[in-house]
């Protein structure tokens, strides 16, 4: 499909765009400034932590203008700081590249993530930790733009940790609860497994072409075996996963709700969770190199779109449903960048979409929550419309949006995907596509669920809740907005972001038309939104009347969806248990046996000096017979050696 | 004379002076017995050196004497300190410093 190999173009930063360093600086400063300040920066950290975000989006759209006003092909502009690392024949740069990729990430990253801070702002009021969470926020999104911006894995790397470390700090934030806590170190060990594979495929690029740069490494991805770029792929695949919440490392992202709801919306939906698909975008040269890597990645996808799918039907927090929601979406993304060519630009419109709509469904899920109590329980919802209308309808927005009704965003993201989908030749082809069209069908059915619970239908409410009131402006402000970019960025993003990114960054001309393998695309758009609109009205028809308020009895498959389809339990059996019974067995081994012995010694060498000590009578005269006791016997054993 | 008569000689008087230091509990009984010890030693030394023919041990001897006298100078003060604070001179009953 694009045979172009990848060309190192000329392209050290020059002019405004020489400074686009500050654009992670900024927030890194006052991320610092507000956690060094301490308590003396409570009364005005949020405003800075909001400005700080703004300024860098504000710097973000000089920048990607800059960009745009250079010709197409050589857009991309790098910078090398300084020599991070020198050792030997590693040597890594600190160095930067804003390229159309990059730039449609930071983008995303400061824009949407200033409504979530602003949002933050009247969200976070009342919390007395209300500054920290700012610091966080910030250190968050200086993190998440270096992990876009590096020119190398390595500088990809620090920024992947710094978003986990982040998205740790922030998931157990109320760190009193011992469900925060435990969240906060179940995501943090399972993106450990998946940075594990990110660090060795790293180390597989060193060992190979000496370079961990982008530039290093894709221009001489040909130089690698076929095994090789197997391997790479099936690494950055696994980091991926982890990062992403993707099967089988999606069970920690659900739990991640634990956090407060502006964190969910920013780093568990909208950008760090999206970093995946950022890797296998950006890795784009390596996976193309290896059909099998790439249909492991949209195998991958499938399953994950499905198992996320299936798991929102069945549940009744209103977050974890959004969670599961985003599991799936991203199982779209990782479709996407699966089958290459043309789809890595559809992965990445779908992540764009995704991250407004998403961001807004959190953000008004908070909105709820904060009416109804800080109560997740979709069950005890019902009939808020008439008294949160901003939320309703901005909620509205976001719920058409996932699900992919015409005109709004959704559609035109998802859509094409499933049409890629169907158009890989052979089997895969059919299973792919059916996987991700069941999927839209029911990613309609949940969410239609998850919106008529909350909105209609009788009120179910908790006697302590009166009067549910609409959130403060500076709340429902951030919803509005993106609302409005829910409805219309997938119309007005569809085309421009494949002609931006297609011939830079993924080597896809312009114009390619893909063949129609299976089914002609109408026959897609048709069938999708068919299956769209059936799910929703089902789900509409069967919860129009709200449900019952306790958890009912269900048959074995929407048991195991409430139990996250055993994933948890299928990680306690096989890892975890092993695990205890290992470290039990050894503590029982170093309790009884390594101290035991130790302790044996001690007290032996302890009792015999006690015993010996004895001896030691304070008579000088009885010291004196044992001196010439001694004497006596060397003179005696002198004279049997001497004499014998 | 022969010279092994000495030897047997000083043999004798180091091993009175190690039963007086056994058997004895004054302090300075026990001191003059130390005292013929050393002396015994001297001689012993000074009675080889004769019969070798060098003045290896008779030096020696010379050593052994400056090291009595010191002895002899800290020793008595310590007993005198001692008597002082106990009213006794025996050994037996300075014996705080045990187990």
Redesign the interface.
């Known amino acids: 499909m694009h045979a172009s190999a990848y060309e190192v173009l000329a392209s050290a930063a020059s002019g405004t765009l020489s400074s686009f360093w500050l654009l992670i600086v900024i927030p890194a400063a006052s991320g610092g400034i507000l956690l060094l300040l301490g308590r003396r920066a409570d009364r005005w950290g949020h405003l800075l932590g909001c400005a700080s975000v703004g300024v860098a989006f504000v710097l973000g759209l000089v920048y990607f203008f800059q960009l745009g006003g250079l010709p197409a092909t050589d857009r991309r502009a790098t910078l090398d700081l300084f020599t991070f690392i020198q050792v030997a024949a590693l040597k890594v740069d600190f160095g930067l590249l804003f390229d159309p990729l990059s730039a449609v990430f930071v983008l995303l990253i400061t824009g949407v993530g200033f409504l979530i801070h602003v949002y933050a702002v009247g969200y976070m009021a009342d919390d007395p930790k209300r500054r920290t969470f700012f610091a966080y926020f910030n250190i968050f999104v200086a993190a998440m733009l270096l992990l876009v911006l590096g020119n190398n894995y390595v500088m990809l790397y620090i920024g992947w940790e710094g978003v986990g470390l982040a998205s740790y700090l922030l998931i157990s934030f109320w760190y009193t609860r011992p469900s925060a806590a435990t969240a906060g170190k179940k995501a943090f060990i399972m993106n450990r497994v998946g940075d594990a594979g990110l660090a060795i495929a790293i180390f597989v690029m060193f060992a190979n072409l000496h370079t961990v740069s982008y530039d290093g490494v894709f221009a001489n991805v040909d130089r690698f075996t076929s095994g090789t770029t197997l391997a790479l792929g099936l690494l950055l695949l696994i980091g991926a996963c982890g990062k992403s919440g993707q099967f089988p490392l999606q069970a920690w992202l659900p739990d991640a709700m634990e956090g407060p709801t502006p964190v969910s919306a920013l780093i568990h939906a909208a950008t760090m969770v999206t970093a995946g698909v950022y890797l296998i975008a950006r890795s784009n040269p390596i996976f193309d190199a290896n059909p099998t890597a790439q249909a492991v990645v949209a195998a991958v996808g499938a399953v994950t779109l499905l198992i996320g799918c299936i798991i929102g039907c069945a549940k009744d927090d209103i977050k974890r449903v959004l969670a599961w929601s985003t599991v799936s979406q991203i199982g779209y993304m990782f479709l996407g960048v699966g089958l290459g060519g043309g789809a890595y630009a559809l992965a990445i419109i779908h992540l764009l979409a995704h991250g407004f709509f998403k961001a807004g469904l959190f953000l008004g899920a908070g909105s709820v929550m904060h009416a109804m109590n800080d109560q997740v329980d979709i069950r005890r919802f019902g009939g808020l419309w008439k008294y949160m209308k901003i939320t309703w309808i901005t909620f509205g927005v976001g719920w058409l949006a996932i699900i992919g009704i015409p005109p709004l965003s959704g559609f035109f993201s998802k859509e094409p995907i499933i049409a890629e989908a169907f158009d890989r030749p052979g089997w895969a082809g059919w299973v792919l596509g059916f996987a991700a069209l069941l999927g839209a069908g029911l990613t309609a059915f949940y969410m239609t669920r998850l919106f008529v619970l909350t909105f209609h239908g009788p009120e179910r409410w908790t006697d302590d809740i009166k009067h549910p009131h609409e959130s403060p402006p500076v709340m429902t402000v951030p919803l509005m907005l993106l609302a409005i970019g829910s409805a219309a960025a997938g119309a007005l993003m569809a085309t421009p972001v494949q002609d931006w990114l297609n011939p830079t960054v993924f080597g896809v001309e312009g114009g390619e038309v893909p063949e129609h393998v299976h089914l002609s695309h109408t026959v897609v758009t048709i069938l999708s939104i068919a299956i769209t609109v059936l799910g929703g009205l089902l789900g509409w028809w069967l919860f129009r009347n709200g449900t019952s308020l306790q958890e009912q009895p269900a048959g074995p498959v929407v048991t195991a969806a409430r139990k996250n389809l055993y994933g948890d339990t299928v990680n306690e059996t096989v890892f975890e248990k092993p695990g205890t019974y290992l470290t039990r067995a050894l503590v029982y081994f170093d309790n009884k046996g390594i101290d035991g012995l130790v302790n044996g010694l001690a007290a032996a060498v302890g009792g015999g000096s006690g015993r010996l000590?004895?001896?030691?009578?304070?008579?000088?005269?009885s010291y004196?017979?044992s001196m010439?006791g001694g004497a006596l016997l060397v003179a005696v054993a002198f004279l049997v050696v001497r004499l014998g | 004379m022969e010279p092994g008569y000495y030897v047997v000689l000083a043999a004798v008087l180091f091993t009175i002076g190690?039963v007086g230091?056994?058997i004895r509990?004054n302090a300075i009984v026990?001191f003059m017995c130390i005292e013929l010890m050393l002396n015994a030693g001297n001689l012993a030394l000074v009675t080889f050196s004769r019969i070798n023919g060098t003045l290896d041990g008779q030096i020696m001897a010379f050593f052994v004497m400056v090291v009595a006298a010191a002895e002899v100078v800290i020793g008595l003060a310590i007993i005198m300190s001692i008597f002082r604070t106990r009213r006794s001179a025996s050994?037996?009953d300075?014996?705080?410093?045990?187990?």
């Open positions: 000590r004895r001896a030691q009578t304070g008579f000088v005269r004196a017979l010439l | 190690a230091v056994l509990r026990l050994v037996d300075a014996n705080l410093l045990k187990y």
